[in-house]
């Protein structure tokens, strides 16, 4: 070994290795900042194959998602970082026709607003998922001595040998963490879709209510100025009066609710479609509901396609795999989690006819001694993880077989209920309509009472048109809980209790 040099003489305050310059008729030769600076540039080559592939993501996210939660998605559908021309001018030509819910899913995929955070998010795990597959930079250091005449220029070319050795499992690592990334975009932008469908169920069903209860307003007005025609014939009382227009006061306000209830509903739909101004103006919606499907497919073992399905349980256990390759590297570098080693190259210049230049060359290895950190609060810290991303799988798990089950009650009852309303509520109420107008041509009943089944008849029908509604909600919900992740809160149920401002409004 050389002697070391002083640290008034270098200026260092820590020590370092060094060896000995060999005698020049020697076979062994030190490594040169050529040989040693082309070895780490080819080694940062290498690691530098990986880039950000925001295609690869697009497809991956394209084979995630359900199909019964996007629709049929074609070429033009798929969902878009940004919105481009195409996507533009195929939004365009959707909002020209009447707005049904495959077209509504399709418009917010490709310009929603939440859909492009979800993208954008994506992007920046794709982006550290490159930088961590990236070896750092090697890292060069010049110093300038001076003791009295004599000058030392130092010159170190260091290099992250612990990085490169675990560049692979980090890398490994890291594509694990992007799968997870891909998983939680793809439940950010089916639970866009659900939100899209059920905006658009409500909107129509609220639209819908706004006509029924405008019939029903019509004939409470009629009702009403009979009664003040038949109060000052001196026919009526004032009290059969006022009850005819409190009738009258109170469907105007039902009416009110409706249709600030369908104003809202439709700029819920158009926040989520992410339309502007000009855009939310034109749009046009159906007149009704899509009918009742005239039965119910059979399925089986939900709780069992909620588990492997779902992309949150997908998500979880995936984010449980990476941690446990985490909590493995921790073990591995317990003692050691760092080591660099550099070529060093030393020049040293003094005012002296023997020796004006000397020069050294070595090797310098910096390595931590693991004195008063042995690693336990990392390993600890990883095992905590690791526990903490197995309950969370377990939990994710108990979550979704619950919802599962109960999405697929909701799904059954909604659709027992509305149906019954299809097949027996409204033909027993078109035929007691048809009976008294029987009657009343035939002068054995009065207008009041024709007047007063209308208004029934105009509930009634609202509210079959809500249970019509409710049954949709829940088909969303339980195609979300079967496939794509927690419903956020079950809203089937929400506001079916048959009261005329909720069936027109929906829930919100």
């Known amino acids: 070994m050389c002697p070391l040099p002083s640290r008034a003489a270098t200026g260092r305050a820590h020590y370092r290795i060094h060896s000995c310059p060999p005698p020049r008729h020697g076979r062994w030769r030190p490594i040169s900042f050529t040989r040693f600076g082309l070895i780490a540039l080819a080694v940062a080559l290498v690691a530098g194959c990986a880039s950000v592939s925001p295609q690869a ?25 940004a919105p481009d021309d195409a996507s533009r001018a195929t939004v365009d030509a959707l909002l020209r026709e009447p707005l049904d819910a495959q077209a509504a899913v399709r418009i917010a995929l490709l310009q929603s607003p939440r859909v492009q955070q979800a993208f954008a998010t994506l992007q920046l795990s794709d982006a550290e998922r490159v930088q961590a597959a990236t070896l750092p930079n090697p890292v060069f250091s010049f110093g300038r001595l001076r003791e009295g005449r004599r000058l030392e220029i130092d010159r170190a070319l260091g290099f992250d040998v612990l990085g490169l050795l675990t560049l692979p499992w980090q890398a490994r690592w890291a594509g694990q963490r992007h799968e997870v990334a891909r998983l939680e975009a793809a439940q950010q932008i089916a639970q866009v879709a659900a939100d899209t469908r059920r905006a658009w169920v409500r909107a129509v069903a609220a639209q819908q209510g706004v006509a029924y209860l405008s019939d029903a307003r019509d004939a409470a007005d009629t009702g009403a100025a009979l009664a003040q025609r038949m109060a000052k014939a001196g026919n009526w009382s004032a009290v059969r009066r006022t009850r005819e227009e409190l009738l009258q006061a109170d469907a105007a306000a039902q009416l009110a609710r409706a249709e600030q209830a369908a104003i809202a509903s439709r700029e819920q739909l158009t926040r989520l479609l992410g339309l502007s101004q000009e855009q939310a103006a034109s749009f046009r919606l159906p007149d009704r509901l899509p009918p009742l499907p005239a039965s119910l497919p059979e399925r089986t073992k939900v709780q069992a396609t909620a588990l492997r399905e779902r992309l949150d349980v997908r998500a979880a256990q995936a984010q449980l795999q990476a941690t446990a390759d985490a909590q493995g590297l921790t073990r591995a570098t317990r003692f050691v989690d760092a080591l660099e080693i550099g070529a060093v190259r030393n020049s040293s210049f003094a005012n002296d006819a023997e020796r004006g230049r000397s020069t050294e060359r070595g090797v310098e290895l910096s390595l931590p001694i693991p004195l008063f950190d042995w690693g336990q609060a990392r390993s600890a810290r990883a095992e905590a993880l690791y526990l903490q991303s197995a309950a969370r799988v377990r939990a994710t798990a108990v979550q979704a077989a619950s919802e599962a089950r109960e999405a697929h009650a909701a799904w059954q009852t909604t659709w027992q209920v509305a149906h019954r309303y299809q097949a027996e509520v409204l033909p027993l109420r078109q035929k007691l309509n048809d009976e008294m107008l029987l009657r009343y041509n035939g002068m054995l009943a009065s207008v009041w009472e024709l007047l007063a089944e209308a208004r029934a008849s105009a509930l009634a029908v609202n509210a079959a048109m809500g249970a019509q509604r409710d049954f949709w909600l829940a088909d969303t919900d339980l195609l979300l809980a079967l496939t794509g992740a927690s419903p956020a809160g079950l809203s089937a149920l929400q506001g079916g209790d048959g009261d005329a401002v909720a069936t027109a409004g929906g829930s919100h």
């Open 57 to 81: 993501d697009r497809a991956a996210l394209h084979k995630l998602l359900a199909p019964s939660i996007t629709g049929a998605l074609t070429g033009d559908a798929q969902p878009q970082a």
